[in-house]
C-alpha cells in the first residue's frame, strides 16, 4: 500500500510536469512559445519536418505526460518520456556536457531513468490501468516501444541537414 502511495505520487507529479512541457510546445501555455516557435527552434538545430518534430515533441510531453499521471496504457506513457527526453540530450544538453548549471543533460537523464524504472515496474494500485483491467504484455511492450523510439529518434538526428560554418553573413542559414 506504501509503495502504491508512493508509485502514485512520482506518476502524478512527474506526468502533470510533463504535460505543462507538452503545453508550452503545442499551445503556448505556462510561459511557452508554442508550436510555431517550437518548430522554427527545431529548424535552427537542422531538423528537417520541424513542424511535424515539434508537434511530435509536444504530444509525447503531454500525451506522455497525461498517460504517465494516469497509469494508462502502461508503459506508453513512460516511454514517451524517455523519447522526448533523449531527443533533448542529443539536441540541446550534450555539448554541454551532465550539469544542468551549464544546461548539461543531469535533469532529463533522471527523467529517462525514472520513466525507464516506472515503465519496467508494474502499474501501481492506483492506476486506471488496474481499475479497468489493462494490462499490455511486459517486459516486451516497453522493449519494443523503446527501440521503435530509438530509431525513430536516429531517423531525425540522422536525417539533418548539414549546418554551415558560421561567418558574417551566413549565421543561422541552413544548407541542404
Known sequence: MTIDLGLLILQVVIGLLMMGHGAQKLFGWFGGHGLRATADWLAGMGLRAPRFWAFMAGLAEFGGGLLFALGLFHPI????????????????????????????????????????????????????????????????????????????????????????????????????
Request: glycine share 12%; net charge positive; no cysteine.
Open 77 to 176: 506513457g513512460p516511454l514517451a518520456i524517455i523519447a522526448v527526453m533523449v531527443a533533448a540530450i542529443a539536441l540541446v544538453h550534450w555539448s554541454r556536457g551532465l550539469w544542468i548549471s551549464n544546461g548539461g543533460s543531469e535533469y532529463s537523464l533522471v527523467l529517462i531513468v525514472l520513466a525507464a524504472v516506472m515503465g519496467l515496474w508494474e502499474p501501481g494500485a492506483y492506476t486506471l490501468d488496474r481499475y479497468f483491467g489493462i494490462a499490455l504484455p511486459q517486459p516486451q511492450t516497453f522493449w519494443i516501444g523503446l527501440i521503435l523510439a530509438l530509431i525513430g529518434l536516429a531517423f531525425a538526428l540522422l536525417n539533418r541537414q548539414r549546418q554551415p560554418m558560421a561567418t558574417p553573413g551566413n549565421a543561422g542559414q541552413a544548407v541542404s
